[in-house]
């Protein structure tokens, strides 16, 4: 192991990069996701198509071919922006589609006498899914939504080889190739920090479980 310990200030940039990478893509992705599920369960059709078709189509293209859109893709139309933001955003869109029908899946386990009672009193549909529905949805689905979540922080090192640079994937492939460093230690130095991210994040969630977890 001495390639990571010889390098271990690489390695910790490099952490600190993909960290950095997850927690933007997992701040979006909730926001993204939550807004595309309330357009889901919308009474209006074209919100309703729209939030279908998005999730059709994130969901059933792989994440390569996203990013590879939006860094080739997005140009040709004149909107240029670096690697980094592209991978951000691409992991942000990906990841949403996902969360969308985890939450989407929690806003239909409410009863619907929640609903119809909230606008019994006066409520419109957007304060009745925000001050009614959501915050009980939300409580459900802290488990379908943690695996979603830990699944995009693995796929932080799709992101990673696409040419972020400078995160713990980049690392690995600098020491093994550009300084033909035996690629066995090295990339298992990239694999351990991405096994502290996740191994935290389930452990963060698992606590969040906890606290909202409702008694039956």
Known sequence: MSPVLDNLDLYWSGFL???LICIY???GALLLGTVLAAFRVSPVPTLRWVGSAYVTVLRNTPLTVVLFFLAFGLPE???NQSFYTFGVAGLIFYTSAFVCE????GVNSVAPGQAEAARSIGL???QSLTVVVLPQALRTVVPPLGSVIIAMFKNSAVVGAFGVGSDLYS???QLSSAQGLPALPVYVGSALGYLVITLSAGLALAVIERKVAIVR
Do not use: C, D, E
């Not at 985890?102 to 899946?105: D, I």
């Open 77 to 79: 139309l004149g909107i």
């Open 25 to 27: 893509a997992m701040v």
């Open 17 to 19: 990069k993909s960290l």
């Open 171 to 173: 690392v690995g492939k």
């Open 124 to 126: 419109n549909f957007t």
């Open 102 to 105: 985890a939450v989407r899946s």
